[in-house]
């Protein structure tokens, strides 16, 4: 049998409702499958995990994709209970060779999501995979494996991105980062944005709402998804995401929004958000699937002898903001160590202590020539002169979580961990920077932060503190884009890739500047 026909039912006319007698969910051969002239793979597919045996798939059955009605979630009936649907993979493009075919379940208590683990396959290659649901099929996408633990690699090539605001701009970035074929992509934040700004905006948030609400949140990560570019660059590599602040609300940290509501009122609003995080991206289930307010996603994955990547989450396990004192001291402000001793305070943390022991303990493991850390915030030292002349640093990203960074840097060094290389996003602005434990100390690794894909950074907001940070190589603070990295056992190779205008949906794309890191040799040249 090709395919097992599933039992959904269309009646109901012009609300669009599906319905389908409890009965018949979970009926296989027989039952038929009518969508009603509707696509129910409207947000497309995705692959992530990559390990060297398999992936984990995803897709959203989403015939209604930005339905308001808290029922009905994509258009489906949560009360219709989960729904089962086909999945093949194939080892060529057009699907002739199918290696693997089977049931699926998109599960009602997430959306409609699916989360397919998938085991079993063959290492370092790529596989093509659809699913299907009666007549209906989704696109092909294509996922790869990683090469098996300590195998040859001899080149990788991948993307970074972050701040993806859809109200600002087309994602031609997404595009064009696609059109490179890259083996995988890692999303570093700021995925979605949760509040509507009605300025100067190319497009609108469809519900024109913040999101805070389960309901919200899912329309929030629909609309993303339909937009053509977004759902290209997902169904030709396998991604690899964390979040910034923005998938939740803006500059909150653990437990601590940024305008003080008590933690119990918040972490309602978080689990709302983390819940339609993980319904919408190819995250493994059997450690991703939150639990309440908690979901874990930092994930270390390893690519043969070449390439080991720890992805980790700045937001969810940080220490309150140091100075978090109302009206002012949400969780950005600018402080210093005469302002505000407790920045430098030895028990707060950017990661939470088990998470950080879990980073330092992989770091010291690791075997591969390259060691790589994504993660959401700068990680280097940047000095900001105020009015009046001193010098103060953010609260939000890892300058006011210091003592934190010290650590990292300090087992970065004691470990002796092959060519530490830190990804960052959300600056909305490219740069390469030193990071180092003071201002003379030798450089320990590098860090590359990427622009934004279409988030505005105000003319001279940088620029004018750079005389106080050495370290920083290179910021450029008024070109939009993404990152692509050529990685061989002799170097790594970082292009900052710009777009032409996010006003415009056919934006083209150039090279901005090139910074290689040879192996062995801390800190990157201008190429
Ligand atoms: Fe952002």
């Known amino acids: 049998m090709l395919a097992r026909r599933s039992f959904l039912r269309m009646v109901g006319g012009s609300a669009g409702l599906l319905v389908a007698a409890p009965a018949l969910v979970g009926l296989g051969a027989g039952a038929h499958s009518r969508w009603a002239g509707r696509d129910p793979f409207s947000l497309g597919v995705a692959s992530g995990s990559p390990a060297s045996d398999g992936f984990v798939l995803w897709t959203r059955l989403a015939p209604d994709p930005l339905s308001a009605d808290p029922d009905l979630p994509g258009g489906i009936e949560m009360a219709r209970g989960d729904i089962d649907i086909i999945y093949e993979i194939a080892t060529d493009p057009a699907m002739r060779e199918i290696v693997r075919r089977g049931t699926a379940t998109a599960e009602a208590a997430f959306a409609h999501s699916v989360h397919l683990e998938v085991g079993g396959l063959a290492s370092n290659r790529p596989y093509w995979y659809r699913f299907t649901s009666g007549e209906a099929s989704s696109r092909i996408g294509c996922a790869r494996t990683a090469p098996a633990a300590g195998a040859p690699l001899d080149q990788l090539r991948f993307g970074f991105v972050s701040c993806s605001n859809y109200e600002e701009g087309y994602f031609s970035a997404y595009r064009h980062l696609a059109d490179e074929n890259p083996d995988l992509v890692f999303f570093l934040g700021d995925y979605i944005y949760e509040y509507v700004n009605p300025y100067d905006r190319v497009r609108a948030h469809s519900d024109e709402v913040e999101a805070r609400t389960l309901p919200t949140y899912r329309n929030r990560y629909a609309q993303y998804r339909l937009d053509a570019d977004l759902q290209r660059l997902h169904a030709v590599a396998p991604s690899l995401v964390t979040w910034d602040d923005h998938e939740i609300q803006n500059d909150y940290g653990g437990e601590w929004s940024e305008n003080f509501d008590e933690p119990d009122v918040f972490l309602e609003r978080r689990s709302a958000g983390y819940r339609a995080f993980y319904e919408h991206m190819p995250l493994r289930p ?129 470990s002796r961990v092959a060519n530490p290389v830190v990804l960052s996003g959300d600056m909305h602005s490219f740069w390469t920077n030193d990071l180092k434990l003071d201002p003379a100390a030798p450089v320990i690794a590098t860090e590359f932060i990427t622009s934004s894909i279409t988030s505005g950074c105000a003319p001279d907001y ?56 040879e192996n062995g040799r801390a800190g990157a040249v201008g190429a």
Request: proline fraction near 5%; charge should be neutral.
């Open 286 to 414: 059997s450690l991703s699937r939150p639990k309440g307010e908690r979901m874990r996603i930092y994930d270390r994955f390893a690519y043969g002898d070449l390439a080991e990547f720890s992805l980790i989450d700045g937001r969810q396990y940080r220490s309150r903001a140091a100075c978090y004192i109302p009206p002012d001291g949400g969780g950005f402000h600018m402080e210093n160590d005469e302002s505000c001793p407790e920045r430098r305070d030895r028990t707060r943390t950017m990661l939470g202590m088990p998470q950080e022991a879990w980073l330092y303990k992989g770091l010291a493991q690791s075997k591969t020539r390259w060691n790589v850390i994504a993660q959401n915030m700068m990680m280097a030292e940047f000095a900001e002169e105020q009015k009046g002349g001193d010098l103060r640093f953010s609260t939000d990203d890892w300058n006011g979580y210091p003592e934190s960074r010290a650590r990292l840097l300090r087992q970065i060094e004691k």
């Open 462 to 517: 940088y620029e004018r503190h750079l005389q106080h940070n050495p370290h920083v190589r290179f910021m450029e603070s008024q070109k939009r884009g993404y990152a692509s990295v050529d990685l061989t056992p002799e170097r790594m190779t970082t292009r900052y890739q710009a777009v032409s205008d996010v006003h415009d949906p056919n934006a083209t794309v150039a090279t901005l500047e090139t910074f290689v890191i």
